[in-house]
């Protein structure tokens, strides 16, 4: 089986440019995660998609970040403009959620964003 | 709210060693337990878990036991290889509109010299 697949797995841009990430998840999933991990850090929820319904996006900052599933199974996500401080990995996570807290989450690879 | 504390890193051992990272929490109500490694290059694996008071979570030789009244969940392995290697992560799960949310800890690099 397949794990979750992220694209691109590094990035380097110069700040005030937009970038984007791509997330495939586990077939069949149907809740999604994106999370921010600092260096040094674990990582911590941006947003979390049921199908494709953003269920929990407070962790978003809306001013420069964005995020769509279409169809319920890709996801994508924006940053624009970019700052030095986004630099970052950007983690996608996946799970099949069945009842209230039964689902284990499953991480894809990671893209490194490096802003300059 | 919900907070995770790991053992500050890094950590290194040589091989066989006995090792322990710790790891205590701060939940509000009886989350689960887990830990994750990331190793070189990949995303993060559960290695295993525990969902109430004095279960153990077990896996590849790791252990861990779900204590309450310490609100610990210490990792252990009773002789460590070169190849266990990476980054290893303390979470528990706070569920938040019936959903689990996971509140991770800030990770410890583990490194085995053979």
């Known amino acids: 089986e397949a794990g979750v697949v992220q694209s691109p797995r590094y990035k380097i841009i110069e700040k005030k440019q937009p970038v984007a990430f791509w997330c495939n998840p586990i077939?069949?999933?149907?809740?999604l995660y994106w999370y921010l991990q600092n260096l040094g850090q674990g990582p911590e929820l941006l947003i979390r998609?049921?199908?494709?319904?953003?269920?929990?996006d407070s962790q978003l900052p809306k001013d420069r970040f964005s995020a769509e599933r279409l169809k319920g199974v890709d996801s994508t996500l924006k940053i624009q403009p970019a700052e030095l401080g986004d630099s970052a990995v950007y983690l996608c996570?996946?799970?099949?959620?069945?009842?209230?807290?039964?689902?284990?989450?499953?991480f894809g690879p990671g893209t490194r964003l490096t802003v300059l | 709210g919900d907070s995770v504390t790991q053992m500050e890193g890094p950590v290194t051992l040589s091989e066989e060693a006995f090792l322990t990272i710790n790891c205590t929490y701060t939940?509000?109500?009886?989350?689960?337990l887990f830990w994750y490694v990331q190793y070189p290059g990949e995303g993060l694996q559960l290695l295993l878990k525990?969902?109430?008071?004095?279960d153990k979570g077990s896996n590849k030789g790791f252990e861990a036991t779900y204590r309450k009244e310490t609100t610990s969940f210490h990792l252990e392995k009773g002789s460590v290889q070169v190849s266990d290697s990476a980054v290893y992560f303390c979470?528990?799960?706070?569920?938040?509109?019936?959903?689990?949310?996971?509140?991770f800890g800030q990770g410890t690099r583990l490194t085995i010299n053979p």
């Open positions: 525990a969902t109430k008071a004095d």
């Open positions: 998609y049921e199908n494709e319904e953003a269920v929990d």
């Open positions: 077939s069949g999933h149907n809740t």
């Open positions: 979470a528990l799960s706070a569920l938040e509109q019936g959903a689990q949310k996971l509140v």
């Open positions: 939940a509000t109500g009886y989350p689960s």
């Open positions: 996570a996946s799970s099949l959620r069945q009842g209230a807290g039964t689902d284990t989450q499953y």
